[in-house]
């Protein structure tokens, strides 16, 4: 029985949440209704009682088809096979469905439905996919124009490797409207603990998608979510984790929590085009006898800043060491050295790569103010987090952390906070993976990033933070960054 049960992947939905999903997929001038995986009909049911839609329905197991056509006192056309197999001559104007879950691996027919797919849907979709993501892709084949579709699935696909192709596919189709996730107090199945999402899409062209999550029935049932965030089609990523794209991003369970815009923005760093060509050290500068007004100190790469706090005497450091420190504007060229400088990157070609040939003068920099704190793109284990007290530009290597109305003493609490494990973390889930452990954000990714809201603390508290921050300024002693850690999760319980 409770093999029957696993094989078929017989989980019946709430009553409450099945009638929001047919509301949510009716419309007007709705003719046609299709539930693909029908069990006992509870969408049905709903369907027949607020529309007078034609009903179809699907089931594999010939047993539960014979129990619904006893059960059902409604006109549904009952179609007793597999699904993944009916070919339908028509289209359909409403689709609702909570589909099997069954990992893929263990499907008799899967070869058969892969090569199926590849050939009719073109979409290849990996051995380690899971069922319910092939009803979905054929359920968007099926729709009318118009037509509205909602499933109710495990939110697993949105962060799993073989979601990947499922998440393309959807971008790709433009059909995807708003995913709801529900938080684990709701009850989604009568007997199934598990972490479900509900995926509205119509088959319409949409430039937008809501990521939104409803904390209980109440406030799904009355589309009034606390956590709305929209993304442009554009902006979404099928390999990132789409969990993140949610604004409340698993933080849930922490009070006190904001977004860094609260605060102020990212912004990438300066880019030039060509840093074979702008970037430049001391001993080049020398030999090639360019103007100090020509040559503005610069942060070229991230490897060369190993303290966490960038002061004047390590910048002298750096470039007594030769290192690369100084970035080459050409609109501030006054001596023949600058000039014939400029021509020697003419002759090589640099004025024609693809920025420099958009600017005018090709040599222009681009006008950032230096950001007070430094946030690198790339990252392994830990996000490099670095204080400019040196008030230093920097090239694209860093983002900037630009505050609004922040002084010097609340930029260095802003910087103590994130350089603890607790803010690392709220950070993390907004990143981008790009395989090998290598992790990267966009501007963007950082600025929706959740963070403690650092208003909230105590003016004893960052009488010890300032206590600290000289310490790490200093050197950084151990035990700075557990004390640190300690000191502001104290504020998100
Ligand atoms: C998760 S249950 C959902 C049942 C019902 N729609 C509900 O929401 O309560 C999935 C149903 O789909 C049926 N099913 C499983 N694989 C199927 C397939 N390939 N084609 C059609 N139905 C299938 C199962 O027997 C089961 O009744």
């Excluded at 090569?115 to 993501?133: A, Q, T």
């Excluded at 979404?236 to 009070?255: T, V």
């Excluded at 909230?456 to 557990?482: N, Q, V």
Aim: proline share 4%; hydrophobic share 35%; aromatic share 12%.
């Amino acid at each position: 029985m409770v093999d029957h049960k696993k094989k078929y992947s017989q989980f019946f939905t709430d009553p409450a949440l099945a009638e929001y999903m047919v509301k949510e997929v009716l419309h007007e001038g709705a003719k046609t209704f299709l539930d693909p995986a029908v069990g006992m009909g509870i969408f049905t049911k709903y369907a027949a009682a607020l529309t007078d839609a034609e009903i179809t329905a699907c089931e594999i197991d010939p047993g539960m088809a014979e129990r619904f056509r006893e059960d059902n006192r409604y006109p549904v056309r009952v179609i007793t096979g597999d699904y993944l197999e009916q070919d339908f001559p028509e289209k359909f104007d409403c689709i609702v469905c909570n589909p099997p879950y069954s990992k893929f691996q263990v499907i008799e027919k899967r070869d058969r439905y892969r090569e199926n797919f590849r050939e009719r849907y073109s979409v290849n979709i990996g051995g380690y996919s899971n069922l319910c993501v092939y009803f979905l892709v054929k359920s968007l084949s099926e729709l009318n124009r118009r037509g509205r579709c909602c499933y109710i699935m495990p939110y697993e696909f949105l962060n799993t490797g073989y979601g990947r192709e499922i998440k393309e596919y959807l971008l790709r189709s433009k059909m995807l409207v708003r995913i709801i996730k529900l938080n684990c107090n709701i009850k989604v199945f009568d007997d199934a603990v598990t972490t479900s999402c509900i995926l509205l899409l119509e088959n319409e062209n949409h430039d937008e998608v809501e990521f939104v999550t409803a904390d209980s029935v109440e406030e799904l049932t009355g589309n009034s979510f606390s956590n709305v965030m929209k993304y442009r089609y554009s902006e979404l990523e099928p390999k990132r984790k789409w969990l993140s794209y949610f604004g409340d991003a698993g933080s849930s369970h922490y009070d006190n929590i904001v977004k860094v815009s609260a605060f102020g923005k990212v912004s990438r760093g300066i880019a030039t085009g060509a840093n074979e060509f702008f970037a430049l050290s001391l001993p080049e500068i020398q030999t090639r006898g360019l103007s100090e007004d020509a040559c503005m100190p610069c942060i070229i790469k991230t490897p060369d800043i190993k303290q966490c706090v960038i002061t004047d005497p390590l910048i002298r450091e750096l470039v007594e060491s030769n290192r690369k420190m100084f970035l080459f504007d050409g609109t501030k060229a006054r001596t023949e050295g600058d000039f014939a400088y400029i021509r020697y990157g003419e002759e090589q070609g640099y004025h024609m790569r693809y920025l420099t040939r958009n600017r005018k003068p090709w040599y222009t920099i681009e006008n950032k103010a230096a950001a007070p704190i430094l946030i690198s793109v790339f990252n392994r284990d830990k996000i490099k987090v670095v204080r400019n007290e040196a008030g230093i530009k920097n090239l694209t290597a860093f983002h900037g952390l630009y505050l609004k109305d922040a002084d010097e003493d609340f930029t260095n609490i802003f910087f103590c906070y994130l350089i603890t494990p607790l803010a690392q973390e709220l950070l993390h889930r907004s990143r981008r993976e790009c395989g090998e452990g290598l992790d990267m954000f966009e501007p963007g990714d950082l600025t929706r990033a959740d963070m403690l809201d650092l208003r909230l603390i105590s003016e004893a508290d960052r009488e010890e933070i300032r206590t600290i921050y000289r310490s790490i300024r200093a050197g950084k002693k151990p035990g700075d960054i557990e004390k640190l850690d300690g000191l502001f999760r104290r504020y998100i319980k």
